[in-house]
């Protein structure tokens, strides 16, 4: 079945320490978004990259860093300068840099 | 910058009714699509609109876009309790390298019986 995964599904970490979300897509889509969601909000784009090998910042980048290294993988790091990192993050693709997004399950992230 | 409104951000109806969530936005987009999202859950895709009058239609669901009025309507037939999610809308955005989509923040819908 062609979908995208993002694991874990829940995760729980220290304040001050780093950690690294998957997503992974096997739809052979070009495209892949990290979004944020809070509460009561809507998304917000995190990453985007339209390409392996290169990506760009979205609204919320501070804090965040990614990697493209292959088209079918791509891991958010939440890291320690994020001041307040716990949300519902989520990884979409779509098969060009325009047109609708597929979504993944989704990641909770808790910080304390 | 493109902003996206959406409202109302909560809506309680009663089975059987109808009624309209709106969607405005801010600059030219040609492009928007509607999401469902159930608590805890990912986001579904519902519907995409690509062009000035385009109407699609599932179920009980039926979106418009009037991309002159920079709006569209996601209306709501006959509710039923399985319709009861939260909504949103995103607006893509246009000119090179501006194809990323606003999301609207979302409309809560409870259907009571």
């Known amino acids: 079945d062609g979908g995208i995964t993002q694991s874990p599904k829940y995760l729980f970490r220290k304040e001050g320490q780093n950690v690294t979300l998957s997503c992974e897509q096997n739809?052979?889509?070009?495209?892949m978004y990290w979004y944020r969601q809070d509460p009561g909000q809507g998304l917000r784009l995190i990453y985007y990259?339209?390409?392996?090998?290169?990506?760009q910042k979205g609204d919320i980048a501070e804090g965040y860093s990614v990697s493209r290294e292959k088209k079918e993988s791509f891991p958010l790091t939440v890291t320690s300068a994020q001041k307040n990192p716990t949300a519902f993050y989520l990884c979409?693709?779509?098969?060009?840099?325009?047109?609708?997004?597929?979504f993944g399950p989704g990641t909770r992230l808790t910080v304390t | 910058e493109l902003k996206v409104e959406q409202n109302p951000l909560f809506l309680s109806m009663q089975e059987g009714k109808n009624y309209t969530i709106y969607c405005n936005y801010s600059?030219?987009?040609?492009?928007l699509y509607w999401y469902r999202q159930d608590p805890g859950k990912s986001l579904e895709s519902l519907f995409v609109?690509?062009?000035?009058?385009a109407v699609k239609q599932e179920g009980r669901l039926m979106a418009s876009l009037d991309t002159k009025a920079r709006l569209s309507t996601l209306h709501i037939t006959a509710a039923v309790h399985d319709l009861s999610a939260t909504y949103f809308c995103?607006?893509?955005?246009?000119?090179?390298?501006?194809?990323?989509?606003?999301f609207g923040k979302g409309t809560k819908l409870s259907v009571i019986p």
């Open positions: 979409a693709s779509s098969p060009g840099p325009a047109g609708e997004q597929y």
């Open positions: 995103a607006v893509e955005g246009s000119g090179a390298g501006s194809y990323q989509l606003t």
């Open positions: 609109l690509l062009s000035n009058g």
């Open positions: 739809l052979n889509h070009d495209a």
């Open positions: 600059t030219t987009s040609d492009r």
């Open positions: 990259s339209q390409i392996v090998n290169d990506f």
